[in-house]
């Protein structure tokens, strides 16, 4: 079992930046792929960003790629989003993922543990 919480949510202008934090514990995160999801109000959830257990590949989406970076600590059982140049299109709640042994897919389904998310609003 993994339990997952996220923090570093809030409230941030368009242009702004936020890192949002998962802290894991329980099994070591080490032997997991982690990820980021999202679901805006009225929307499905979706893909954000993952990496794999071995930390050597990393998967975004591309409505963020190249504002967006996924980093993993293992040593701390953490996972980081740094989130930049935000958008009010990134309001959302945003959910850390785990899946045993995996590679960041994009599939929720793949993952078998998750947070209860934390709120991203960004305003224009």
């Known amino acids: 079992q993994v339990q997952l919480v996220e923090s570093g949510g809030g409230q941030v202008q368009a242009g702004g930046s936020l890192r949002l934090s998962c802290s894991a514990s329980?099994?070591?995160?080490?032997?997991?792929?982690m990820a980021w999801f999202r679901q805006a109000s009225g929307k499905e959830r979706e893909f954000v960003a993952g990496?794999?257990?071995?930390?050597?590949?990393?998967n975004y989406a591309d409505a963020v790629k190249g504002r967006f970076t996924i980093t993993r600590d293992n040593a701390n059982n953490t996972v980081y989003l740094q989130m930049n140049t935000l958008k009010p299109e990134d309001t959302a709640v945003y959910y850390c993922?785990?899946?045993?042994?995996?590679?960041?897919?994009?599939?929720?389904?793949?993952?078998?543990?998750w947070g209860p998310g934390t709120q991203v609003t960004v305003s224009s």
């Open positions: 990496i794999a257990w071995t930390g050597g590949f990393t």
């Open positions: 329980g099994r070591a995160v080490s032997t997991h792929a």
């Open positions: 993922a785990a899946d045993d042994y995996g590679l960041g897919s994009p599939l929720p389904q793949k993952y078998g543990y």
